[in-house]
């Protein structure tokens, strides 16, 4: 699975370099807040507000956040970092327009992790076991109204397949209960489940970790949707472009790899068929997902960085909309229906609604957007409702996309409608065997030869040449789109 050699020379690529980048590019876009913060819920108030309220919402860093126990965090906390469609861009070279196309191209690339010394690992440079750990101290927020403390949001749950002992990585939510328990919440469908319950039929408990900060790319890279079982350490390198550094972990055995520059490390065990009650937690469908009874981390280790910073994202928010959640699917989606229909242009998930996705198609045949409709539906992704529109509508205008559904499409044909597909529970309309309503609006004209009503518009010429400066001289202080 991974190489067994010193890794890469020269800069690499972590949340702190990201940063350090962003912040020299963008200094108005990295907001460091000194003012002491409350963990519950005023850190995520400060985020939500940031993104509703300005053009383009910022990396919060929080230098005092007062913890859920009343304590100082001794961590900074980092927020917001995938709130900006831009942001992601710019982590992962692309263009606003072009996200989708670069993900899906570099979702099929597979780079080999490598593996260095303890002793090089940043994340190792504080260790703690035993009576040290202290979930306690860690700047986790308590995100929503109803959640019952504080939670990682932002880490990857890490198991490994005993079959094949490949990797597997996923963002699962982790209530922090006690100093030493974290209650997880591992979807039934989940990959990390299957591993979960691959070990306990073996008759043992789970080795996992949780790993919370890295560069955003290696984020993306680690949120692919891929096949069971297949390396998310392979992916995240495909992404970023060069190989994950990884390190042995200091408890789970010489065998269990975990990323050597990430900012935390959290070792534990999960417990041979017990379980605990998690929840409710404020989910990326911004409804309550419910309490459940869920597995939960013996934690016997805390590593990180000696200036290690927390990340958390908001689910429901621009983290998720404009970020990890979107970003994944647009890649994934784009992906599959290029090669059902190659007249695809586009793919975007709006952050209107998570379980959105519009397609772009450049329509030569009728038969096309239903094939791309019936495509979408059938993925195992909690994508509930699928909309097609032509070349000319641009689909990250939400006023257009409005225009074209009411002005091309006829639902008495034009609307698919799939009931008992795949559907995620945290849907509220989906029925307790994990199973909805999924549909599709062709908002599409007749394909060529067929005439349609011409679409009005300004000569481009004219548009051009206009510049609102010449004709309102203070145009320049109102913010633009």
């Known amino acids: 699975m991974v190489d067994q050699r010193i890794g890469h020379q020269g800069q690499v690529k972590d949340l702190r370099s990201f940063l350090r980048e962003y912040e020299d590019a963008h200094p108005a876009l990295v907001a460091r807040i000194t003012r002491e913060v409350s963990a519950r819920w005023e850190a995520s108030a400060i985020a939500v507000k940031a993104e509703k309220d300005l053009k383009e919402a910022p990396v919060l860093v929080l230098d005092r956040l007062r913890t859920a126990d009343g304590r100082i965090s001794p961590f900074p906390s980092v927020l917001d970092l995938f709130a900006s469609r831009h942001r992601c861009a710019f982590a992962l070279g692309s263009g606003y327009h072009r996200l989708a196309h670069d993900m899906s191209e570099r979702r099929s690339y597979r780079i080999k992790p490598v593996v260095i010394g303890r002793a090089e690992a940043p994340v190792k440079e504080v260790v703690k076991t035993g009576g040290s750990v202290d979930l306690g101290e860690l700047p986790a927020i308590v995100h929503a ?67 919370v900060g890295h560069h955003p790319a290696v984020y993306l890279g680690a949120e692919a949707r891929l096949g069971y079982p297949e390396s998310h350490w392979e992916a995240a390198g495909g992404l970023v472009g060069e190989p994950l550094r990884l390190a042995p972990s200091e408890t789970l ?211 051009e040449q206009i510049k609102l400066e010449d004709f309102f001289p203070d145009s320049s202080k109102v913010p633009r789109r």
């Not at 939670?151 to 094949?164: H, I, K, N």
């Not at 597997?168 to 591993?195: F, P």
């Not at 030569?364 to 019936?374: E, L």
């Not at 994990?434 to 060529?448: E, H, V």
């Open 145 to 211: 109204a109803w959640d019952p403390g504080p939670y990682v949001s932002a880490g990857f749950l890490t198991t490994y397949d005993p079959d094949t002992h490949i990797d597997n990585c996923a963002l699962q939510r982790g209530w922090l209960y006690n100093e030493r328990e974290i209650r997880i919440c591992v979807e039934r469908y989940s990959h990390n489940h299957w591993n979960i319950r691959k070990w306990e039929e073996r008759g043992e408990s789970a080795r996992v970790a949780f790993w």
């Open 253 to 463: 055995g010489e065998d269990f790899f975990v990323p050597a520059d990430a900012e935390f490390v959290i070792e534990g065990i999960v417990a041979r068929g017990q379980v605990k009650p998690e929840g409710p937690f404020g989910e990326y469908t911004r409804y309550f997902g419910g309490q459940r009874l869920s597995p939960y981390l013996e934690v016997t280790c805390i590593s990180h960085r000696r200036d290690a910073h927390w990340l958390s994202i908001i689910p429901g928010y621009g983290d998720e909309g404009y970020g990890l959640g979107a970003l994944r699917r647009e890649g994934y989606v784009l992906d599959v229906v290029k090669r059902v229909v190659p007249q695809v242009t586009n793919v975007y998930r709006p952050m209107s609604c998570p379980h959105h996705i519009y397609v772009q198609i450049r329509k030569t045949q009728d038969w096309q957007p239903r094939s791309v409709i019936m495509a979408v539906l059938s993925m195992p992704e909690a994508i509930k409702h699928v909309f097609v529109f032509d070349e000319d509508v641009n689909i990250f205008d939400e006023q257009e996309v409005l225009w074209a559904i009411g002005t091309r499409s006829d639902w008495s044909k034009d609307l698919i409608v799939v009931p008992d597909l795949f559907a995620t529970s945290l849907d509220p309309t989906t029925t307790g065997r994990g199973l909805g309503t999924r549909a599709g609006i062709d908002c599409t004209k007749p394909a060529p030869p067929a005439l349609y009503e011409q679409r009005s518009f300004i000569p481009p010429s004219v548009m």
